[in-house]
């Protein structure tokens, strides 16, 4: 079974930064995209960026574009999300995810394709 352990989260003041960390287990990690995704209370959640397979493509929602860089060691089974110049609309739990299928597209990681989530890690940007 496909496993996904989020570690990083915290309280940081607006314009700081923090830096996400996912380990997974369970499957052939090199093979499959990942992504970050984040629920702040009363929405819905929502894409925040994507890594390919190989790390050679990335993709990110216009609203961390700039801000939020993702990468992944395959080597180790970890994806990363770090995240600088934050404010307090980026307040949120974030989850990493990983799609049902290999080879996913990172553009094409969206909520419906998520077949793993992990447990969460809460992101608070004080203004």
């Known amino acids: 079974q496909v496993q996904l352990v989020e570690s990083g989260g915290g309280l940081v003041q607006a314009g700081g930064s923090l830096r996400l960390s996912c380990a997974a287990s369970?499957?052939?990690?090199?093979?499959?995209?990942m992504g970050w995704f984040r629920q702040a209370p009363g929405k819905e959640r929502e894409f925040v960026a994507a890594?390919?397979?190989?790390?050679?493509?990335?993709y990110y929602a216009d609203s961390v574009k700039g801000r939020f860089t993702i990468s992944r060691d395959n080597a180790k089974n970890t994806v990363t999300l770090q995240m600088n110049s934050l404010k307090p609309d980026d307040t949120a739990v974030y989850y990493c995810?990983?799609?049902?299928?290999?080879?996913?597209?990172?553009?094409?990681?969206?909520?419906?394709?998520?077949?793993?989530w992990g447990q969460g890690t809460k992101v608070t940007v004080s203004s």
């Open positions: 995810a990983a799609p049902r299928f290999q080879y996913t597209i990172a553009r094409a990681m969206g909520v419906n394709s998520v077949a793993y």
């Open positions: 369970g499957r052939t990690f090199s093979t499959y995209t």
């Open positions: 890594i390919d397979w190989s790390g050679s493509s990335t």
